[in-house]
């Protein structure tokens, strides 16, 4: 156990829907990143937080997902209108206590989706 | 940019065998060097890091030395063991503030009793 759960470890959805995937990082640190891993593949970088300011935004992150940390605790990635595409585990990582941004990450078990 | 290549899989060693996966790097700077362990059916794990040239990480009979001269950061063990059958995956925070991994693409080794 990493300390940072993700809820719900899987979704199944219909293309269109809307999805939200909720990370409650490691408590009292101000850093979180999502990250998206497709089968087969590596994860790969979506956006992080300072406290509640998202710092940055890949371009993967297309104008259809929005991802909000509230008060600087848990985050919660939003999908609207799913395609396929979509398909992924989705995952939350949160530096160890005491370290920076730029040290080892602790990441979270991840939420499956899968878009029928 | 920044990127990072590992060696195609599957690997497939008896158990006792020596393992060698290659992992190199394209990066500006110093960046921070990391293998991350993946277990069927479990999340992603730490394995090793190192944040600087020659320093070599180790865990679990795991060890990696950062070669800034080849880009290199590759994985050895002495003797794999059917336990450590699991994806590897070799990864790099660039330098700067962002700590944003950058992944390779995983490699899936399969260790046989």
């Known amino acids: 156990d990493t300390g940072v759960s993700q809820n719900p470890r899987h979704k199944i959805t219909k293309r269109g829907q809307n999805v939200t995937f909720r990370c409650d990082p490691i408590s009292e640190h101000n850093r979180l990143y999502w990250y998206r891993q497709t089968l087969g593949q590596g994860p790969e970088f979506l956006t992080y937080f300072q406290n509640e300011a998202q710092l940055e935004k890949s371009r993967l992150l297309s104008d259809r997902f929005s991802a909000e940390r509230p008060k600087g605790s848990f985050s919660t990635l939003e999908i609207q209108r799913t395609e396929q595409g979509d398909s992924a585990m989705y995952l939350c990582?949160?530096?160890?206590?005491?370290?920076?941004?730029?040290?080892?990450?602790?990441f979270g078990p991840g939420t499956r989706l899968t878009v029928l | 940019g920044n990127s990072v290549t590992q060696m195609e899989g599957p690997v497939t060693l008896s158990e006792e065998a020596f393992l060698t996966i290659n992992c190199t790097y394209t990066?500006?700077?110093?960046?921070?060097l990391f293998w991350y362990v993946q277990y069927p059916g479990e999340g992603l794990q730490l394995l090793l890091k190192a944040t600087k040239a020659d320093d070599k990480g180790s865990n679990k009979g795991f060890e990696a030395t950062y070669r800034k001269e080849t880009t290199s950061f590759h994985l050895e063990k002495g003797s794999v063991q059917v336990s450590d059958s699991a994806v590897y995956f070799c990864a790099l925070i660039p330098s700067g503030n962002t700590g944003k991994l950058i992944f390779g693409q995983g490699t899936t080794l399969q260790v046989k009793p």
């Open positions: 990066a500006t700077g110093y960046p921070s």
């Open positions: 990582a949160s530096p160890a206590p005491g370290t920076g941004g730029y040290n080892e990450q602790f």
